[in-house]
């Protein structure tokens, strides 16, 4: 639902922080005896309004032929791989007051084969898209006869679909999510932020706005998928299905300050009506079919997902690893790849070559070891690291991370930092504050505070082997295996705080929030 939530950031801008989203969606008849599927009109304690009234925006017409089992089921699928994938236009009338419209003109991609991605398909082709299908097969059980509607795979000859496509307006993923995989913020979501990261190249998501003009991304791909994807067949769908059964159950949702209930996104209520009206449908059979056996509210995950996920091919020839027809990073020039992520070498300098390192150039205001570009040994081989600062402990290598983090089994935050990376230096200061004030307050009594360098050899071995591709970043460590990561340029953060209270608690890890870039 996070599409959705986006969506109706502009109607209520504390959606985009909510991690869960609910709607309840009714049949019934309108003033004039229409039958009509709607959302219904819920108040913020996730209660119904007495006089069962529901959004006029969302309000879609249903044809005879069509049941209302059949109707809500298309309109839950519809949300977020349809309408939400639409192009937008934004101050429509030149009015300037942020209206916005979708238009149903322009090139969409969707990715995989299963029910969903040929509902997607036909669903945009009927609305007057061109819609190319990418998968494996080749072909899937999808009708071509609802508009312009192509089935093409991952290659084209010996082209890419991206490059053989070369622009398109939107690409839906049905199997996949670019935006939790690189780490990077949305499409359509730029800041200032970004420009204060060090990165290894582009994400997938800017390449696609960059070399193809596509703003629109959408991932349809569900919790208990992604943890299967990740997990396996073995601890995957235990997993997932416990998250489905906790997710799914309607008195969490309308308890916990993680969710919201969904208001209708703009002209919703339209795109619906046209799907209904040209029959294009998503079965209230299919719908049950891809719904959690732990909750009939939640989608669940199918070993025809997992398999479509895992057979996908590897496009390697970039600097790291992408499912193939996507852009792929090109390698920087004169950057040392040693593993799927690196950061960047700091631009050499030959006068200061010339002149030698001085102290410091090499060390940080605040406890901050060297490491030159070729990377100088330890000044203790058995013990890689140094306690230069009372309050933080300085990693220098995999060595190090292995005998201080991973054999101790430590829980730690780790400060991946760059000598050259200028914002590293500005927010060094307050994260030294954040270990000093954690240790005399004694929430920090059962986590360290950890930093680590990435410049020069063992550093950039250090970055691959951890897949940190950008700093400043913050690395969660529970007792001794990587949690997850962050990227920020700020501190102090309401998202690394969110994180600290977890570890330190030793609460389940919520790998959701750290998904998007504050």
């Avoid at 027809?325 to 200061?352: H, K, T």
């Avoid at 962050?486 to 790998?511: F, N, R, V």
Wanted: glycine share 8%; with cysteine; hydrophobic share 35%.
């Amino acid at each position: 639902m996070k599409s959705v939530l986006r969506d109706t950031s502009q109607q209520n801008p504390k959606s985009l922080s909510s991690k869960y989203g609910y709607m309840k969606v009714v049949t019934g008849r309108d003033e004039t005896n229409r039958r009509v599927v709607a959302m219904l009109c819920i108040d913020s304690d996730g209660s119904q309004q007495q006089d069962l009234s529901v959004y006029e925006e969302s309000v879609a017409v249903i044809p005879n032929k069509i049941s209302d089992a059949d109707a809500i089921s298309t309109y839950i699928a519809s949300l977020s791989a349809i309408h939400c994938a639409l192009p937008r236009v934004e101050n429509v009338g030149g009015s300037g007051d942020g209206i916005s419209a979708t238009i149903s003109t322009g090139k969409a991609v969707v990715l995989g084969s299963g029910d969903l991605a040929c509902f997607t398909a036909e669903g945009l082709a009927s609305l007057g898209m061109h819609v190319y299908l990418v998968n494996n097969k080749g072909n899937a059980n999808v009708c071509t006869d609802v508009g312009k509607l192509e089935v093409i795979k991952p290659a084209v000859g010996d082209t890419g679909f991206a490059s053989y496509l070369e622009e398109f307006d939107c690409l839906v993923d049905t199997i996949g999510n670019e935006r939790s995989a690189s780490g990077a913020a949305s499409l359509d979501d730029h800041d200032d932020d970004d420009e204060e990261m060090i990165s290894l190249g582009e994400s997938v998501l800017q390449m696609l706005r960059r070399r193809h003009k596509c703003y629109n991304y959408v991932s349809t791909l569900t919790y208990s998928q992604d943890v299967v994807a990740s997990g396996g067949l073995f601890g995957g769908p235990g997993k997932a299905d416990g998250n489905c059964e906790k997710v799914g159950n309607i008195n969490f949702l309308t308890r916990s300050r993680d969710s919201q209930s969904i208001n209708p996104p703009v002209a919703v209520g339209n795109t619906i009506e046209k799907l209904l009206k040209n029959g294009v449908i998503f079965t209230a059979k299919q719908r049950s079919k891809s719904c959690s056996k732990k909750s009939d509210a939640i989608r669940g995950w199918s070993l025809a997902d997992f398999w479509e996920q895992m057979s996908w091919p590897r496009d390697s020839s970039g600097s790291g690893s992408t499912r193939f027809g996507l852009p792929v990073r090109e390698d920087p020039d004169g950057f040392d790849i040693g593993g799927s992520f690196i950061v960047s070498e700091a631009p050499y300098n030959p006068l200061q070559a010339k002149k030698g390192a001085t102290r410091g150039d090499d060390y940080d205001d605040i406890g901050e070891f060297g490491s030159s570009p070729r990377a100088s040994p330890s000044p203790n081989p058995k013990n890689r690291a140094i306690q230069n600062n009372p309050y933080v402990l300085n990693i220098m290598d995999v060595d190090g991370l292995q005998s201080e983090i991973v054999n101790t089994k430590k829980n730690c935050i780790m400060f991946m930092s760059a000598r050259f990376c200028k914002t590293c230096k500005t927010i060094n200061p307050a994260y030294t504050r954040m270990a000093r004030v954690s240790q005399e307050n004694g929430s920090a009594s059962n986590f360290s505070f950890v930093k680590a360098e990435t410049s020069g050899a063992s550093g950039k071995e250090l970055a691959a082997h951890m897949s940190v591709r950008a700093v400043p970043s913050f690395v969660f460590v529970r007792e001794g295996k990587i949690l997850g990561k962050a990227y920020t340029s700020k501190l102090p953060s309401p998202k690394i705080d969110k994180a600290l209270h977890l570890l330190a608690s030793g609460e389940e890890w919520d790998y959701s929030f750290l998904d998007d870039d504050e």
